[in-house]
């Protein structure tokens, strides 16, 4: 079992605090920790709405500025990271920082589930995977979160990325995710439809029944925010393990690993199951809730952000009637807080070189009717 420590922007900028992460997944057991590597500017626009932190509300692009360190930063990192014999792993939001990252060699890329459909990125990380394996090398190892997504955005993205050295994460998109509607018979399923490792990204609370479920079910990776204390300020702070909670999970399923070994599969998954169903603080129910039903689909308490958490096209400027909009207009980006949602990515190339039947405003999402006569109707 593979488990990723997500220290995700927890450090702040800071690298000491990134190397007090890292020292703090590696004792804890981790295999691998994860940064994200955040441009503002390829995740979401300006007007996008605000965030409420501790010190009140602040507009979240201006959040995600704050997050900005250099690439010397990942160097660092990744650099501190092998010294304490963990993998580097990182996650890029757009085309850009996916290149700078692609430089440092990274031991994985990790596609978040906001960027499962950012098909330019994935495109970009398709031909550079291509590219490596016409030099003869390895391609990078893919990762990717199924967060906030359909089994057609799953098979999209495969099949642009292919399925060689691919994970698939199943991931719930909600911050805290609830334990019961996590649906772990999943991992089953999504191995079975696309012959890929599978695992689990964990937004839970509990550092123990969402990963050991994922274990019986055949999961091979696990990944889960760290952070040095839930009081402070990072975006995944509230929801992330502290240390001795990390270091807790690790051992559980370093255990569930062992009764795998022993029992084998299918009567190994009994036992977990069995076990964690006679703990008192989850019970029969909570854990055959946890288990679901192994078919795809949005959970409650991620439906309201399918179309705003994931990519659309949204215009970067006011733009007049008449207009033909050029590839500086448009982007790639969350929708969030306030915007409207956007038509898909897919269709970026068909935007790109149409003319607008309307007036349209910065920050607003592309709509088909922008782009035909109806619009003047």
């Known amino acids: ?16 605090k990134a190397k007090e992460l890292i020292d703090a997944a590696a004792d804890a057991g981790a295999t691998a920790v994860k940064f994200q590597w955040v441009y503002a500017d390829e995740i979401l626009h300006p007007d996008t709405g605000f965030v409420t932190l501790p010190g009140g509300a602040i507009p979240l692009y201006e959040r995600f500025k ?21 993998a580097f792993i990182c996650s890029p939001f757009g085309t850009r920082s996916l290149k700078e990252l692609a430089s440092l060699a990274p031991d994985a890329i990790k596609v978040a589930s906001p960027e499962l459909n950012h098909i330019p990125m994935l495109r970009a990380l398709s031909e550079l995977r291509a590219g490596q394996e016409k030099k003869g090398e390895s ?49 089953e399923t999504l191995a079975a ?36 204390s839930k009081k402070t300020d990072g975006l995944d702070d509230p929801v992330a393990l502290e240390p001795e909670q990390f270091a807790h999970m690790c051992y559980c399923l370093r255990q569930c690993e062992a009764v795998l070994r022993r029992y084998g599969a299918q009567e190994g998954k009994a036992v977990i199951i069995r076990q964690l169903a006679e703990q008192e603080q989850y019970g029969p129910e909570l854990v055959q809730a946890a288990i679901g039903d192994g078919v795809k689909k949005l959970a409650p308490s991620e439906q309201a952000n399918y179309g705003r958490t994931n990519r659309s096209l949204h215009y970067m400027h006011a733009l007049k ?12 980006l969350r929708t969030e807080k306030v915007l409207t949602p956007g038509i898909r990515p897919e269709a970026l190339e068909t935007v790109i070189g149409a003319r607008l039947f309307r007036d349209v405003s910065s920050g607003d999402g592309v709509q088909w009717d922008d782009l035909t006569e109806r619009a003047t109707r």
Do not use: W
């Open 1 to 16: 079992m593979e488990i990723i420590a997500e220290i995700g922007t927890s450090h702040g900028g800071s690298f000491d």
């Open 66 to 86: 704050q997050l900005e360190v250099t690439p010397e930063f990942f160097v660092d990192c990744r650099d501190y990271a092998r010294k304490r014999g963990t």
């Open 139 to 187: 391609p990078v190892p893919v990762i990717i979160s199924s967060g906030v997504s359909t089994l057609r955005d799953i098979e999209t993205a495969l099949s642009i990325l292919g399925r060689n050295g691919i994970t698939l994460l199943h991931c719930i998109t909600s911050y805290p995710a609830p334990e019961r509607e996590y649906n772990l018979r999943l991992l």
């Open 193 to 228: 439809v696309f012959g890929v490792k599978t695992g689990v990204s964990d937004h839970s609370l509990d550092p123990v029944l969402v990963p050991s479920l994922a274990s019986a079910m055949g999961g091979t990776m696990i990944e889960k925010h760290i952070t040095l």
């Open 321 to 332: 009637k008449g207009h033909v909009i050029t590839e500086n207009d448009v982007a790639v």
